[in-house]
Nanobody, 123 residues
Framework: VQLQAFGGGLVQAGGSLRLSCAAS????????MGWFRQAPGKEREFVAS????????YYENSVKGRFTISRDNAKNTVYLQMNSLKPEDTAVYYC?????????????????WGKGTLVTVSS
């Protein structure tokens, strides 16, 4: 699976962005998908995951209620809708393919990674 994330940019605090991740390859619909992020000087951390059929989702506590992960298997695309953005959400966001069942994933759980897209939230 090859992944390409896009949709990042500069937004003011309280604003919204929608990230997309387009996948190529046959295994997209058989893979769970996740979003991770890495802020400057910090380790890459889990943000959200979704099962291969989209029926289950998990979120890191700080984004619950603000971010929504979804997928469209017909388009081989996974999305991350980010609302009520905060300066602490500033990071490079990565999409990744991993376990079939959604969960709170570690970077070690993931099989494929896309290049990141930078999200900057100004105060």
């Amino acid at each position: 699976v090859q992944l390409q994330a896009f949709g990042g940019g500069l937004v003011q605090a309280g604003g919204s962005l929608r990230l997309s991740c387009a996948a190529s390859g046959r295994t997209f619909s058989s893979s769970g998908m996740g979003w991770f992020r890495q802020a400057p000087g910090k380790e890459r951390e889990f943000v959200a995951s979704i099962g291969r059929r989209g029926g289950s989702t998990y979120y890191e506590n700080s984004v619950k209620g603000r971010f929504t992960i979804s997928r469209d298997n017909a388009k081989n695309t996974v999305y991350l809708q980010m609302n009520s953005l905060k300066p602490e959400d500033t990071a490079v966001y990565y999409c990744a393919a991993g376990p079939v069942v959604a969960g709170i994933w570690s970077t070690y759980d993931m099989n494929y990674w896309g290049k990141g897209t930078l999200v900057t939230v100004s105060s």
